[in-house]
């Protein structure tokens, strides 16, 4: 960059001053053949028009422009001081749009300097500071950072900061937490704990914690992170083996090694909150609006001001030239970036849990020998206290398993044979054998930032979801939601469109979309919605949140908030019909009676008519006859089928002794149909959740979950059995919960989809469904019994936007490695161009795929990944799923999965339907890195495949093999995966 762009800038410099020199040379012997033609050969002398021809007007005209022409050819040449204009225009522009790795529009208060907004004449139109660029601080953002130190550990963990802490500045740092905790060891574990806070500092605040080196005013960010390193080694309490090892350097010239993790996770955490979508496409609109504003003013035509047009022509088109090939460089580094983000990611982990009713019993003498799978049902479950005592005290055994239907098993615990096993010898509660794996699993979580995993989902599940409901981050300044510090609004908007437009892919044409959400965003987010699902197809609706014993907070000075919203949308809302839920709707106040002693108790009328008024058409408008022969008709809210299953069952009513307006029997003792209003009420609030929450694991640590009553009423109203619902802020996972409880009131195979990136995915998330399916009822913690249901569910940990960065490599012209973006000191590095860092695993490196079972990519993860060791950088090693997420890739409706062996080697098949109804089958195993070396091996692989393999699926339509293979009428895996990656 700097000698490139240097030598492009001398270069535009030179052809400026070449151009206007041979303009300005034109121009002069233009207006010399205009005088010699006019006064004669003779007329021009030295300098410039002879006397004698001056005295007239025209003559002194004629010698005026000569010699401003010739004053022009002296000064034609670029002066440091136009090159010096030129450069602060560049500058003044560029500044404009970049704060600490985002190109957005920064906020200014000018007069003059004013931002182009695009408009086409929309009658409302919703614009916020970084439209049309993705939010991506969402996973590594004020998370621990560990990195291993030999037999040490070390641990940055940001916590909530207290009130003595913030200082109330403008901009927001990392500091050291304060108190005695805030760097503490533990001797058994060799733990160090660092822990952090982020905190808004004035500039005073921020001298006095990190005074400036130099003479510098303002702390940078060496001042800032040498401060923190030697805060966090002036602590007692770190042993001198680790000290001296977070002191010393790894290489020289490069940073100790605490030093360099300190700059590494504040630097993560504070820079690169959005990517854009078309930065060359934004910059050059820009550029052309600042050039025609600020470099080009019209406004200076006709004063004093005003200054030769053409040579302002040109200095502007130099100006333009220079800032292209500058915003040619950006562009290139923001699209490789952006390439990155929207790469679908691997899935890194799938496994199971499942209810073992739905084991075959031949496995069960094997899971109660595996230590892991035991030990997490005594912490689930209680086995072994009280009512969950067996009759071996706390011995699981293959009795206690036959006895206990709902135990949860999770093939986390298990080998990947007993895993291939499992899958394959599934089986329904009844004992007949699953034949279409997915259409077994009833629910499937996913550990990632929602982005990433609705983006992996869109061909599985496009237009399949009855039902998304989400509980986002209400960006009230106090909750999860991450921000860049003065844009907060900004941040949320781009941060809820992008999963918004994913999300309504998913959606079928008859499902309903539903949001919480508060004050604070509700404006905005209507908008949204009415952008993307049109004004006609949103609706609003107020949720009320007292309860008994639980009020809301009164407000300080104005009126106490006793609502949320939530707000509703559709793809098409004629399509919608929104089913009715039952209730006792009526208090024992009412005037019961049994006038006609029917069996089924007292019992009150109800309307059904809807009046003569309304439409004479429609399959609700018609007559009927009461018994005394009188004739009604008019629109009724019954369809004539409905009223006449009522009347055969007794449930009409005809008043004035047969001769009225018919009437609904509603008995005392019997649930009602209910239509929802659009006031929900009687639901509930977060402090029943957290009750629900506290039932389960004894504590809440969540927020404002929300109840289960809530999620409930609205999935009984928007899907039915058999339907899908998507929540892809899952939380606590409420959602799961209330479709559990849907399916064990009716009988129901409602499925669910969670997604959620936070780590109480681990110990809330899925522990909370693994615990409902063992049993309905808990207390403290505790199970009060056993009455569970049979359930399957699947869950992934998908890689992320950061792993995604910590594994590009650069390579050699011979595939070697030079460097990874973790290991560079430049930190526009992280965005080289896409040719360089083709063969890094995370874009696919399909010379590694000729072993699937052996890829792996690199983390600094530790929940989910504690079992794998890390490096003195703290990565971890970890196995990639490409089996699973070349499934997603496809689309793939997976049928069945089935492992052989043959000649040493494991294959492992998935047949399945793609969204095109295609019967497909994916072979996987490990092949030769030399084929020519191994044909007789081939020959015998090919063989398997079409004998053995494809007889169990005669269906199939395509037929994918990885690596080298001889296979006739096979697809190969590598390109098709490439491309359907992204990558």
Known sequence: ???????????????????????????????????????????????????????????????????????????????????????????????????????????????????????????????????????????RFLKGHGFDVGDYRVMFEVVPASDQVDTGGTNRYFILSGGENEVTYDKTKMLLMVRFVHVLLSDDALKNRFPPRGSRKKPNTDDIVDGLTDAILAHGCIPKGLKDALEKREHENVNPRLRKHVLSFTRESTSDFFIHKDLGGFLRQELDFYIKNEVFRLDYLGTESEVQVERYVKRAKMIKKIASRIIDFLAQLEDFQKMLWEKKKFVLQTDYCMTIDHIPEKFYPEICTNGRQVREWKDLYGIGEGAQQTLNGDVIDVAFMESHPFLVLDTAFFDADFKDRLLEDLQHPDGTPVEDLDEAVGGLMIKSENWQALNLLQERYREQVKCIYIDPPYNTGNDEFIYRDNYQHSSWISMICQRLFFCKKNLRPDGAFFSSIDDHEVHNFRIILNNLFGENNTEIYIWDVREEGNMPKTARNTVRKEHEYILAAFEDKNSIEFQKYQEFKYSENEEWGNSDNDSRGDWMSGNISRGQISSTSGEKYYSITTPTGKVYTRNWTLKIEEYEALLNDNRIYFARDGDGVPRIKIFKDEPVDVIQSSHFEGLSSSQSGKRQIINLFEKCEMSHPKPVPLMERLLKISSGNGDITMDFFAGSGTTAHAVLNLNKEGGGIRKYILIEMGDYFDTITKPRIQKVAYSSNWKDGKPQDTDGQSHIFKYMILEQYEDTLDNIEFLDKDGRLQKTLFSMSDYMLKYFLKFETKGSSCRLNVDRMTTPFAYTLKTRRDSGFDQYPTDPDGFREVPVD??????????????????????????????????????ITVVWRDSPEKPEDHQKELKEDAAFITEEILSEFPDTATLYVNGHYLAPGAVPIEPEFKKLMGA
């Open 882 to 919: 490409l089996i699973e997420t070349f499934n997603y890739l496809l689309g793939l409706h997976v049928i069945r999965r089935i492992t052989r062996e043959h000649n040493d080697l494991t294959y492992r098949v998935v047949h399945g339907t793609a969204p095109d109804n295609r019967k």
């Open 1 to 139: 960059m700097d000698k490139d762009l240097i030598e492009a800038v001398d270069i535009e410099f030179g052809k400026y001053d070449e151009d206007l020199q041979a303009q300005v040379a034109g121009d002069i012997a233009a207006l010399e053949r205009t005088i010699r033609e006019t006064y004669g050969d003779d007329a021009l002398g030295a300098d410039g028009l002879k006397e004698e021809y001056r005295k007239a007007t025209k003559g002194r005209e004629f010698h005026e422009k000569w010699q401003k022409l010739r004053q022009d050819a002296d000064d034609v040449s670029m002066s440091d001081v136009h090159k010096a204009e030129i450069f602060e225009h560049l500058e003044t522009f560029f500044s404009r749009y970049y704060k600490d790795g985002d190109f957005l529009s920064l906020r200014r208060y000018s007069a003059n300097e004013k931002y182009a907004i695009p408009y086409n004449g929309e009658e409302v139109l919703l614009h916020w500071a970084n439209k049309n660029q993705y939010y991506v601080k969402t996973d």
